[in-house]
């Protein structure tokens, strides 16, 4: 996938909640520098407290892409956003969204790219022709992030990594696996977009071989526990050959996530089954750290249920947000 | 997946070996009453030992569909067989294929199916939308093959079973997931072409519920072993939620299919693995029967490896050509 040029113009929509809006936030938050100005459509409500700005004007000031990091029920492109990713297209600008409709699919919208030049970036369908991965043994490495069940901070916890090991001096490069993940860096592959046969293999594409002290800071999806996307979870575990996982985990979730019915596995019985099966593709993986998202419990609930949780696993056990993941760079650079 | 009309003209191509053609090899072994004809272009050689007939000739006779059952390098389609698919649709019959290239994609063959209102089959890249995989309890038993590695025998050991089934009266359908299978009997899903977030649910949708004493003989694909292909091996496991597994294995490859260097699984680790990994959608799934590809053995060797290993392993073992498969469907019964 060729990367998105920045700065961004964030397209906030008509949207009513902060949710439909994580796309852009998380640029925002990761990426602030990327994060030139806003559009709000009559009718929205979301502000990230950035300057409006047309798409003419975002342009002028320099703005590369126009980020359609919005999340609707069905993923769709209603009509009324369609005018807006046109004048971006008019303006110069490179346009990248992640719904299920691909904007390269709406006539208006592929005739405007292809009048002016530009680049639609359907993040959510990896366009790219994977070959099948090998697991042949590849220099440089790796860390991927794993979890108990889906969207408690696989994505984030790989950002907090990678800023961590950069601010520490070492070589890292967050691989983005998600659409969200692609948003902030501009490039990636939607692994569970992939066509089944290729998921190992495009995660071989995504950190090919590096240098032998570089890190790449691979982003989890799913989990091996997942009645849905454990396939998912485990082509990619295999295509990261990954030297080091980090578990990531949220306590107190009713059940696995679109699942009711269905609890979360022990973070023993997920930890144990990811390096079981981590050793495919390399024989010396191991689960070096915890991150666990705490943000639905009080300051000292948290930081008990870390101390606890890191005493009886007997490995660093961080939060992204409250504590930071030094304790898990430390083990990093150990390997 | 609409089902493919029979009988079948079963189209030879101009191929020059056996391997080419062994998508219509299987219908002619598995379905022998769905295959009708052959046609065979200039310049080939192969010969099923079925009445040479044109697809009006065919079609005259009651073909309705002409299986394009050739796999070429590239699984791309030849100019020079354009003619013929195209007088098959003309002559009122649709066309299953499994190449590469869809059929849909090649402007003249499109517009000849449309103007004759014809469906073209492109088997290898599902059309359907499926659902994410729930793991929800079905009624209805299933029994997948699974494998120490790919192309070993699998869809052979599924047919196998499911005629044998038959024979003994129990109510059995074998559902495909690969080309071949989907071939021999018309409808199926090419698991390894769905995307990657479906895979167990594009199992789910093709094993529904059935009748309780129904037994649906799932199609298999790759191995948990396999760096290339495990993701998907798994989330078929998964989405078949079987009640039994048969372990399909075949002595004597010098390394895992396209990887050198990687050796395959024993069969006990092998076992042992997929019923842990099937427990999380069927927490009583067990492996019921060792199925060995033989045929690189003489006789006397063949049936003292499968006699040593039934022994090792406690349970029967079988080739499905050399001593049937019965052994196996007596486990079944019982279950």
Not at 304 to 331: F, K
Request: hydrophobic share 40%.
């Amino acid at each position: 996938m060729q990367k998105a040029g920045s700065p961004y113009l964030l397209f906030l929509g008509d949207t009513q909640d902060t949710l439909s809006i994580k796309g852009c936030t998380g640029v925002k938050i990761w990426r602030p520098e990327k994060a030139h100005a806003q559009i709000v459509l009559e009718g929205g409500n979301q502000d990230l407290g950035l300057p409006n700005k047309t798409p003419s004007e975002a342009a002028a000031a320099g703005c590369k892409t126009m980020l359609v990091g919005v999340a609707n029920a069905g993923g769709f492109v209603p009509d009324n956003w369609v005018p807006t990713i046109i004048e971006a297209l008019e303006a110069g600008m490179d346009v990248m969204a992640g719904m299920h409709t691909r904007m390269a699919d709406i006539p208006a919208i592929a005739e405007a790219a292809a009048a002016n030049g530009r680049t639609l970036f359907d993040v959510r369908q990896p366009s790219q022709e994977f070959k099948v991965g090998k697991g042949f043994e590849r220099s440089g490495k790796r860390v991927l992030t794993v979890g108990t069940d889906c969207s408690l901070g696989k994505m984030f916890t790989s950002l907090a990594l990678e800023r961590e090991m950069l601010a520490q001096g070492m070589k890292a490069t967050f691989r983005a696996t998600g659409q969200s993940g692609i948003f902030i860096v501009g490039e990636g592959v939607a692994i569970d977009g992939v066509v089944a046969d290729f998921i190992a293999g495009a995660v071989e594409w995504l950190c090919p071989e590096n240098d032998a002290d570089h890190w790449d800071v691979v982003e989890g999806q799913g989990s091996l526990f997942h009645p849905s996307f454990a396939g998912v979870s485990l082509g990619l575990l295999h295509g990261a050959q990954a030297d080091a996982l980090v578990m990531c985990h949220e306590p107190g979730r009713p059940h696995m996530r679109g699942v009711p019915g269905r609890d979360l596995p022990s973070l023993e019985d997920c930890i144990a089954l990811n390096e079981q099966m981590a050793h495919l593709t390399n024989p010396t993986a191991k689960v070096v750290g915890v991150s666990v998202n705490t943000s639905s419990m009080p300051e000292d609930e948290a930081m008990a249920y870390l101390d606890d949780t890191a005493q009886r696993l007997g490995m660093p056990c961080c939060d992204s947000v409250r504590t930071g993941v030094s304790a898990i760079v430390n083990e990093l650079a150990k390997i």
